[in-house]
């Protein structure tokens, strides 16, 4: 059995880690509620944007706008990677190079190019073979709308250029606070909605509804990569805080343990202790 | 005039404005335009510029850093890349991003084009922000 010294001191050790992990946790819920309003204040735009863009779409040609051109050969696909820049949330990470990997497997014949947001991805991914197009590391759980311009143009400009031929992007899904999915979503070319012929309105456009969807689609796959962003951060935060839990829990239980061996070895100590007392006053006699 | 009309503003980073008006005045990408309630449907771009409402007699300026604007059923809808309310831009700050601007620009003038054009673009934003602000300092 170990000395009583070594044990109290591992005991020590454990309940400073569960501080760290409940520490950790509670920043990540308050982060996470943070970026929850981030989402809840995306949607009216979203709603919003999506509508516009479906209500031009409808009165105009796929040829105006390259973005919405199919490309009759894809052999280039490019894929938008979001992570985390920070571990220790479980395996919301892991999840998404999984995801990557088995859309690499599924597209054995076209060549795969990377566009990374978020450094685990990125590290994961930089010492093996792929190509990597462009990488995102510096927002760290902050994002501003900027960043998603910046990511989008990259892209938009790849995909005109015929760098890549189609553009998707995988994330996490923030489905709640203890559950997100990787998803797969494409981003290029755009799809539009089929509106119905009893929805369309007839707009009074200015200027041509032409000219509109050329400044509208970009600013729509902006948007898109801007909240599949969000999202993430969102899931990054509540997978940390479910990490933590987990981990503060895991913790309790290893202190209890090493409370009731700590225990032992001091009660056998003092038998051991009693048990000379009596065999000394023993011989005495 | 009982009809008012239905003003949303968004940006991508947050729900600005969602109230009931009796006028609004956009800077359209080829002009500025008025719309009263019983507008035509109508779907334009707009450009770096001021918006103006109006709500019972009381005009309210906004920011407007390009985006588009939608007009259907009395139900304005405008989408802006970024906006800010008047009342909520900072003077002083204001003016210390302009002179800060004024000065980039400067730099610029003698290194290409590209920047030369950013950084404009980026006065021209301050410029307006401070504009909007001085209307409410009264």
């Keep these: 059995m170990a000395g009583m010294r070594d044990i109290k001191r591992k005991i020590k050790s454990v309940k400073n880690t569960q501080k760290i992990t409940k520490a950790m946790k509670m920043v990540s819920a308050a982060k996470m509620r943070k970026a929850q309003d981030a989402m809840a204040a995306a949607r009216p735009y979203a709603y919003n944007i999506r509508n516009v863009v479906n209500n031009i779409g409808a009165r105009v040609s796929e040829e105006v706008h390259p973005f919405l051109q199919k490309k009759e050969e894809v052999n280039n696909i490019g894929l938008v990677v979001i992570t985390s820049d920070r571990g220790l949330c479980g395996g919301f990470n892991a999840n998404i190079i999984k995801k990557v990997l088995a859309f690499v497997r599924e597209n054995p014949s076209k060549k795969i190019k990377f566009y990374f947001v978020g450094r685990k991805g990125y590290d994961f991914f930089r010492k093996r073979e792929y190509e990597i197009l462009k990488k995102y590391i510096t927002f760290g759980g902050k994002v501003r709308y900027d960043d998603a311009i910046e990511i989008g143009k990259a892209v938009g400009d790849d995909f005109v250029n015929g760098v890549v031929d189609e553009v998707y992007t995988i994330y996490n899904e923030f489905k709640s606070v203890a559950y997100q999915v990787p998803k797969v979503e494409k981003l290029l070319p755009l799809s539009l909605e089929e509106t119905e012929s009893e929805n369309t309105i007839d707009y009074l456009y200015e200027p041509s509804p032409e000219s509109l969807i050329k400044e509208i689609l970009p600013r729509y796959l902006n948007f898109s990569i801007f909240s599949a962003i969000l999202e993430s951060i969102a899931g990054e935060h509540g997978a940390r805080m479910a990490a933590m839990d987990n981990a503060t829990r895991n913790a309790g239980e290893l202190i209890k343990k090493l409370e009731i061996t700590y225990n032992k070895a001091r009660q056998a100590a003092i038998t051991k202790e009693i048990l000379d007392i009596v065999n000394g006053a023993e011989a005495l006699k | ?138």
Excluded: C, W
């Design chain 2, 1 to 138: 005039m009982a009809e008012k009309l239905k003003l949303e503003l968004v940006s991508p980073e947050r729900q600005l404005l969602s109230i009931e008006v009796d006028e609004v005045v956009a800077p359209g990408v080829e002009g500025d335009f008025g719309v009263l309630p019983g507008h035509t449907p109508f779907l334009t771009a707009l450009r770096v510029g001021e918006l103006v409402y109006k709500q019972n007699g009381v005009e309210d300026y906004v920011a407007i850093d390009r985006g588009f604007f939608e007009v259907v059923d009395d139900r304005v809808t405008v989408l802006a890349e970024s906006a800010e309310l008047g009342r909520e831009i900072d003077l002083e700050e204001a003016i210390r991003r302009k002179l800060e601007a004024e000065k980039a620009l400067e730099a610029a003038r003698h290194e290409d084009e590209m920047k030369f054009r950013k950084v404009e673009a980026e006065l021209r934003r301050e410029l307006l922000r401070v504009s909007v602000a001085e209307r409410y300092r009264k």
